[in-house]
């Protein structure tokens, strides 16, 4: 095959386009590919001026002055590559990338031939995708990119003036659960409803854009842009009290809101972005349907619950947890009738860590889940061992001892938490009416109808269920009865009052009469004295836990100081 005929073949297997030109830009050749690039057929472009009839008048200075390199013999075989528009035969215009390159090496009579190749579509690609990192598809409003230049601008049209630019960062409340109720579609028109709303109470010059899943920016700027951001705050508040209409359901949310404003501390966008971000997440672990404007402390909470939380994933895996126990006492013999498990923290360089100091954290960033399924299945595993060697055993040996485990909110909240417990009585020895599960009065009142969903399946696994810090909430008289409860744990603010002239008396005497009307058992926590001790049994208490009795130890140690 000579090397013409290999040509030949090249372009008609190309993906290009193939025109070859006269010494007067005559076209000479058409290739199939031509054709369909600009709507000509081969037999009706042959003979046309390229320049008059292809090629765009704008271009026509360059590619001539590529042509001339090319021909007047300097050895240039090849013209750089260049973007160009080529008109079409319906009138239009399409982009191409463009090259002439010599022909005389192939044939002695050719003169230039021209390599088209078609990127109008690529290059619409490229600007959809450059509008969509500009813009959010979904609310249509500018993205965080967008967002992140308009405030870069602000600042610099400020200059360094205080408290002239305001970012307010918005995060909807609870929306992954309203998310994963109504349907992603649902979540969908809620946000772009809630955009329309935001956008319906901003001043003209306000921006208003979307940061990511469930957060919104809004940059203000001007003079005294904190009272502006305060003031539009409130007016959010306000606009989210009435409902959202999603499909046939009437939705209500609300807004935690992050306030920072440029300072001399304070002049760049990404400070300011992350000061607005760490006083919105304030404002959620505040309960959320509020706002909160940035202070230094604020930083260092974040920069502390984020080290903490580090170290806590840590801490799981690696195996430094304990759990302690703490004895359960039974007032009328005054024996053990079981422990309470209260986790620990063996941290590498602090030493043993109360829960204080990280059970917050792991409230907040869901880790309490993993740790309070691990804590609820080395408790389940104690009471054996516990039975076999304590004095006055007969009281814990397996059908009658109780162990104590605490759940938090989250963990109330977690799907698994039923699948959860049956896995921790199954791989234990315990008949399920041995475990009590308790849950802090305030766990409860989040949202008293769930709750008492989950307690209900709870109890249908056989196991008791406890209220614990009774007295530090607001449980109504309602819900108490409503709630399938066994056992009221009254909070140690009341124990270390209890005097009998004390108003710690006249409570603890209340709590004790009504759990006894509803059928329930009382326990007394933190008593510390013997003094206490004796009101309690007066009061007819049915059990107590306390420093009196035993400090929280872990299990080696109180079945030796028990023995
Ligand atoms: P809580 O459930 O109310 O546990 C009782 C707390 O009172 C324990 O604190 C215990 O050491 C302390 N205490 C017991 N007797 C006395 C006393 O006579 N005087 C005083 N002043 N305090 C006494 P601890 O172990 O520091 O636990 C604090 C809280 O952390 C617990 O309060 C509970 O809400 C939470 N917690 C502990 N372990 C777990 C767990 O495994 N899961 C969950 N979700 N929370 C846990
Ligand atoms: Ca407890
Ligand atoms: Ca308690």
């Known amino acids: 095959m000579s090397s013409s005929e290999l040509f030949n073949r090249a372009i008609s297997a190309s993906f290009d ?19 369909t690039l600009t709507g000509w057929h081969r037999e009706d472009a042959i003979g046309l001026n390229f320049f008059d009839t292809v090629l765009s008048h704008a271009a026509r200075d360059e590619v001539l002055s590529d042509i001339g390199s090319i021909t007047n013999g300097d050895g240039v075989l090849i013209s750089p590559q260049r973007e160009v528009n080529i008109h079409t035969k319906d009138g239009g215009f399409s982009l191409v990338q463009f090259i002439c390159f010599s022909l005389k090496e192939m044939d002695p009579e050719g003169f230039i031939g021209v390599w088209l190749r078609d990127i109008s579509q690529e290059r619409r690609d490229e600007e959809a995708l450059a509008a969509a990192y500009l813009h959010d598809p979904l609310t249509n409003l500018p993205s965080r990119t967008m967002f992140m230049y308009q405030l870069s601008y602000a600042l610099v049209r400020q200059g360094a003036t205080d408290g002239n630019v305001a970012v307010l960062f918005l995060g909807i409340d609870r929306f992954k659960g309203l998310n994963e109720s109504l349907g992603h579609q649902a979540g969908d028109q809620a946000l772009i409803q809630i955009s329309k709303r935001l956008l319906s109470i901003l001043r003209p010059r306000d921006i208003l854009a979307r940061f990511s899943g469930d957060e919104f920016l809004i940059l203000c700027e001007g003079l005294a842009a904190t009272a502006t951001a305060i003031r539009l705050a409130k007016r959010i508040a306000d606009a989210f009290k009435r409902s959202f209409l999603i499909g ?27 000061n607005a971000d760490a006083a919105m997440y304030h404002a959620k672990n505040k309960g959320g349907n509020r706002y909160e404007v940035f202070r230094e402390e604020i930083m260092a909470t974040v920069i502390q619950r984020t080290s903490v939380e580090a170290s806590l994933h840590r801490a799981l895996e690696k195996g430094e947890l304990r759990v302690y126990f703490q004895p359960v006492i039974e007032l009328k013999e005054e024996h053990i009738i079981g422990v309470e498990a209260l986790v620990r923290w063996a941290h590498p360089e602090q030493g043993i860590l109360n829960p204080d100091s990280f059970i917050p954290t792991a409230e907040e960033t869901g880790l309490i889940v993993p740790i309070g399924t691990w804590v609820l299945g080395e408790a389940c595993k104690v009471l054996d061992l516990l039975a076999t060697s304590l004095k006055g055993s007969e009281n814990l040996s397996n059908s009658h001892g109780v162990i104590e485990v605490n759940l938090s909110a989250r963990q109330i909240g977690d799907p698994n938490l039923i699948t959860t417990v049956e896995r921790a009585l199954r791989n234990s020895r315990l008949h399920p009416n041995q475990l009590i599960l308790e849950i802090t009065e305030s766990a409860l009142m989040d949202d008293p109808e769930a709750a008492l969903d989950v307690l209900k399946e709870l109890k249908s696994l056989g196991v008791r269920l406890a209220i614990d810090d009774f007295g530090t909430g607001f449980s109504s008289l309602t819900y108490l009865q409503r709630f399938p409860i066994d056992v009221l744990k009254v909070d140690k603010s009341f124990i270390s009052e209890l005097s009998e002239d004390g108003t710690g008396y006249v409570i603890v005497k209340a ?38 009795f035993a400090r929280p130890l872990p299990i080696a140690e109180l079945k030796e100081s028990l023995a």
Do not use: N, P
């Not at 193939?18 to 590919?33: A, K, N, Q, Y």
């Open 17 to 35: 386009a193939f025109v070859e030109l006269s010494s007067t830009f005559m076209i000479v050749e058409w290739s199939r590919r031509a054709e």
């Open 248 to 274: 046939s359901e009437e939705i209500y949310t609300s807004l935690s809101l992050g306030i920072a404003t440029s300072s001399k501390e304070a002049f760049d966008a990404e400070t300011l972005l992350a």
């Open 511 to 548: 709590v004790i009469d009504l759990a006894h009307t509803l059928g329930l058992e009382v326990v007394a926590e933190g008593v510390e004295t013997e003094d206490e001790l004796r009101i309690l049994k007066d009061l007819d208490c049915d059990m107590a836990q306390g420093f009196y």
